[in-house]
């Protein structure tokens, strides 16, 4: 910090061509140590992949989970183009919801977690399993636009956060279809050998959560879950204005966690395994470790939930390209006016009745008409013998 | 050590060398509106219908792209140019527009989404144009536009002619399509309002406040694109782009059941400030109904009035003009309200006005009825009805019927496309004449297929979606209305071009319909691989262990004194007992 204040004190006080030289050195002496610390976690960006699998009305705690992490990580400095939400149903604008547009965490009604600024890229029925496994693993219709696309590289680190209704190796998707702990440890092996991801957090909050992340083999992944195999994950409490309940515990303590995180905190992860013990959490939630290559001790809780930027400091010089010119434009006011516009009419009733219907383009006959002449003249000349033939030509 | 980058950023900004591009060349000129409409319904609830105009003066056509946008927004100019549209007009709407209790509206809208686009004329294939369209329409909306494709497009043979500039209507350039199933909420208004110049932040678009407005009993929102004449020659033109936002407000719903409405109260905010982007910022109370003040008292006064022909009807307002300081008085902020002191008054009964229903029973047939009331003393009006359904309900176009006051009433012109499964929906287009104070039905019988069981969406026994009815019509007016489209006029006046002084046009949409579809128990695949398993197992199980499996004889184990008598006989070598 004393060399940060002597360097503004230089800078000020020296003359202008030189001030940039002294800084320069100065800088590169600087930054040989700090640069170390910059490249230590290995990621340049931070990727969200938030999803919610339920439907129907009875499922707002699905809703709110998922809204709630979403809060927070948009709170930690991740933009909504790097978050791809999906919701599996509409809650806040749903007919049933006493306070429209607003889907609260906790029963005292204080924390709106649905906001004034919300995206969501993925929505009702187009949260399925094939949509999602799209967009884990970048394989999507070419006109998808950019906030529905997760565009990932080698250096971000992805959250991905899962809510719903699951059992022991699959998790259901709008109470029609299921994806299994297989087909998601592939899917992520699939993002590994792309490079689509530095490193990646996957946290799940349904029964049973614990089996799917049993069966995931690529490096680099760190998993937490709400319950073990054999555990239900419990829900936290009903709102009796709302009717049903708002939040499910393990991500209401989350929350209640993630609030206390500040972007320039230093919170590590062993933390966040403690978070909801049995005694709160009635279910054991657990987590794994064992594929990632880093101490979970020393990867910092915003290195996954916040988008700390890192800056590279090059020193190269570079030749800018000359300023771009102003177009000539062509010289629109000489010229003669071509036409007087009008506006058209919007119910020409006279036109209407008159206008002919277009003649349809002549199409050779169906497939199925031509088998069946075809057919008939089969039979005919067969039983009554070629012979005939050079009377019909 | 963000500090530091932050210092070397601003030592290098200082000591750059700067290039100063001389602009001979004046910048195309942009024009930025804003207005709010709001009109004191009979049934004690209040209208308020939002509209910003952004006009510019350029040509998204040309050669050399458009690189600079300064109120315009860039995301809808580059739709515009990649996709050569001539017009595009999408809304979002949440709540059904009661016409017999609210009046008309200035900008309809059918419940869910509804999307119409005219592409110019040198896209070469409008198809693939329209589905790329409506994808990258769903990521700027957050909405789940991509459901559009070829089952609930249409092209309109003579309904939606473009609202703005041109005299080619070859219509192989119009799509249609509606989504009566989509939802609107807070994250379609955030994009929405990330549009606008001075975003939410400044201007009338404070008031936008999610919380309030999806409380109300109907809310759309929309944005509509078109070219524009520049003057009353009509020379040049210049893009319009208006986004509107419409919303009634139940008075029950809102607290008190006392008849009073104010800023505060429909919008949980007050107003500041006009957008310093505007030109004009204008709010406007509809006083038709109350000339001397004894309906309902408005304060803080204002001596500013203007009248307007709209929708048949010369109206007058009270205007509050955003951009004079004085209209924010001493406290800086404009909380207008509206009390009100008697009850009295009626509603003039809309002209034009239609419903639409399901009949029948059972899954397997129905009937669709769509009643048209014309409720002009003695004029009949001409109406063109524009019906899309899907395919899985099969019309029977011969029991196609349309009757006025009992008797027939045949069609000028009838369009008729038929559906193909799958691929493309019913497209019925009918000119009807309405007679003077009548009610004309339509009715069709339909008959509802049985999907493939992939096909079923993941809660089928909700039912599926019709979109509205489209009634277009020229319906006369009482006052004269005002042709000449370029005289300043409010913004809400001057959506639909007027071509003739006695009539004026207007669009009212019909209630979607919900019909039940047969469905199957999606259980049964599951039962079925139990069941056979079981049947397997028990049935085939059995036969094979009877024909395979050979018994032998095992002696029990002999009590503990014939175990020793057997070792001593062996002993003796005799063979045990």
């Avoid at chain 1, 997760?150 to 959250?159: A, C, E, H, Q």
């Avoid at chain 1, 930027?309 to 102003?326: S, Y």
């Avoid at chain 2, 995301?75 to 017999?100: A, N």
Wanted: glycine share 4%.
């Amino acid at each position: 910090m004393l060399a940060l204040l002597m360097l503004n004190i230089l800078a000020y006080m020296t003359p202008n061509p030189d001030k940039t030289q002294i800084i320069i050195h100065l800088l590169s002496v600087i930054s040989q140590n700090s640069a170390g610390q910059f490249f230590s976690s290995g990621h340049t960006n931070n990727w969200a992949v938030l999803v919610c699998t339920s439907r129907f009305w009875f499922n707002y705690r699905h809703v709110a989970n998922t809204l709630s992490v979403y809060r927070s990580v948009k709170r930690l400095g991740i933009p909504d183009s790097h978050i791809v939400l999906m919701l599996a149903d509409d809650m806040a604008c749903n007919h049933r919801n006493p306070k429209p547009a607003t889907v609260f965490s906790h029963k005292n009604m204080e924390l709106n977690v649905y906001g004034d600024d919300v995206e969501v890229d993925y929505r009702g029925y187009e949260v399925t399993v094939e949509n999602f496994l799209r967009v884990l693993t970048g394989r999507l219709p070419p006109s998808t636009p950019r906030s529905k696309r997760l565009l990932s590289d080698d250096r971000s680190n992805i959250l991905i956060y899962l809510t719903g209704h699951g059992g022991n190796g699959f998790l259901k998707f709008q109470d029609s279809e299921e994806i299994s702990n297989v087909e998601l440890a592939d899917a992520f092996e699939q993002m590994w050998q792309k490079r689509r991801y530095n490193e990646l957090l996957f946290i799940i909050d349904t029964c049973q959560g614990a089996s799917m992340y049993e069966r995931f083999y690529s490096p680099n992944i760190m998993a937490l879950a709400s319950s073990q195999v054999g555990e239900d994950s419990l829900s936290h409490q009903p709102d009796l204005a709302i009717g049903v309940h708002l939040m499910d515990r393990y991500t209401f303590y989350m929350l209640e966690f993630l609030e206390d995180i500040h972007p320039a905190s230093k919170t590590n992860m062993n933390d966040l395994f403690k978070v909801c013990p049995k005694s709160q959490c009635v279910s054991t939630p657990g987590h794994r470790t064992d594929l990632f290559l880093r101490d979970p001790g020393s990867v910092l809780i915003t290195d996954f939930f916040g988008s700390v930027r890192k800056v590279e400091l090059t020193m190269d010089a570079i030749n800018l390209t000359d300023p771009i010119k102003q177009m000539e434009e062509n010289p629109v006011n000489g010229e003669e006016q071509k036409e007087v516009y009008s506006y058209a009419d919007q119910l020409p009733v006279s036109e209407i009745i008159h206008q002919k219907p277009k003649q349809k383009d002549w199409h050779p006959p169906d497939g199925f008409i031509l088998g069946l002449w075809t057919l008939i003249l089969l039979v005919f000349f067969k039983t009554y013998g070629i012979k005939h033939l050079k009377h019909i030509f | 050590w963000p500090l530091l980058i932050i210092n070397v950023a601003f030592l290098w900004g200082t000591s750059a060398p700067e290039t100063v591009v001389p602009s001979s060349v004046p910048q195309p000129k942009d024009d930025f509106q804003e207005e709010l409409v709001i009109r004191p319904l009979h049934s004690g609830d209040i209208y308020a219908s939002f509209q910003f105009r952004t006009l510019w003066d350029t040509d998204f056509m040309r050669e050399n792209k458009v690189s600079h946008y300064r109120l315009f927004p860039k995301s809808l100019g580059q739709v515009i140019s990649k996709f050569s549209v001539r017009e595009l007009h999408i809304s979002f709407t949440q709540g059904y527009w009661r016409t017999m209790q609210w009046g008309q509206p200035f900008i309809p809208s059918p419940p869910g989404a509804e999307l119409w686009v005219w592409f110019q004329d040198s896209v070469t294939d409008v198809d693939a144009t329209w589905k790329e369209l409506t994808n990258v329409l769903s990521g700027i909306f957050c909405a789940s536009l991509n459901f559009i494709d070829s089952t609930n497009t249409v092209q309109p043979s003579a309904s939606f002619k473009p609202l703005g500039i041109g005299n080619v209507t070859d219509h192989s350039f119009l799509r249609y399509a509606t989504l009566p199933r989509e939802i609107v909420c807070t994250e379609n208004l955030t994009p929405w309002k990330k549009l606008l110049p001075c975003g939410s932040k400044a201007g009338l678009a404070v008031l936008l406040k999610s919380e309030k407005l999806f409380h109300s009993s109907f809310h759309s929102q929309a944005v509509h694109i078109r070219s524009v004449c520049q003057d009353w020659q009509c020379k040049t033109t210049s893009w319009e782009l208006r986004q509107t936002v419409n919303s009634v407000f139940d008075l029950h719903n809102s607290g008190q059941a006392k008849r009073e409405w104010s800023l505060f109260k429909m919008f949980s905010r007050t107003l500041t400030e006009a957008c310093p982007l505007a030109s004009s910022s204008k709010l406007y109370i509809d006083i038709t109904d109350n000339p001397q003040g004894e309906q309902f008292e408005l304060s803080p006064a204002t001596s500013l009035l203007s009248q307007a022909v709209v929708l048949g009807d010369r109206r007058t307002f009270s205007v509050y003009d955003l951009t004079q300081e004085t209209t924010f008085g001493s406290v800086r902020s404009l909380n207008l309200l509206i009390r009100w002191k008697s009850n009295e008054g009626e509603m003039l009964r809309p002209l034009l006005h239609a419903e639409r229903y399901v009949a029948g029973y059972g899954l397997q047939t129905g009937e669709i009825h769509t009643l048209m009331y014309n409720n002009h003393p003695y004029r009949s009006f001409p109406v063109l009805l524009l019906d899309s359904v899907p395919w899985y309900l099969r019309l029977y176009i011969h029991t196609l019927s349309v009757t006025s006051k009992g008797k027939d009433n045949k069609p000028s012109y009838i369009h008729y496309e038929p559906s193909k499964d799958r691929v493309k929906p019913h497209l019925l287009e009918m000119l009807i004449q309405l007679p003077p104070n009548s009610v004309t039905e339509v009715t069709v019988q339909f008959e509802r297929a049985l999907l493939k069981w992939t096909e079923y969406p993941p809660d089928p026994n909700h039912g599926f979606y019709v979109g509205s009815s489209v009634i277009s019509s020229l319906v006369p007016s009482t006052v004269a209305m005002d042709t000449n489209s370029t005289r300043e006029r409010p913004l809400f006046s001057s959506f639909f071009p007027c071509k003739e002084e006695s009539s004026y046009f207007v669009r009212i949409y019909t209630e979607p319909l919900l019909v039940n579809l047969p469905t199957p128990d999606f259980s049964m695949p599951y039962n079925v691989i139990c069941l056979t398993c079981t049947v397997v197992a028990v049935g085939y199980g059995s036969l094979y262990n009877l024909l395979t499996r050979s018994f032998q004889i095992e002696e029990p184990n002999p009590g503990l004194a014939k175990r020793i008598a057997n070792v001593i006989r062996k002993m003796r070598g005799v063979p045990p007992l």
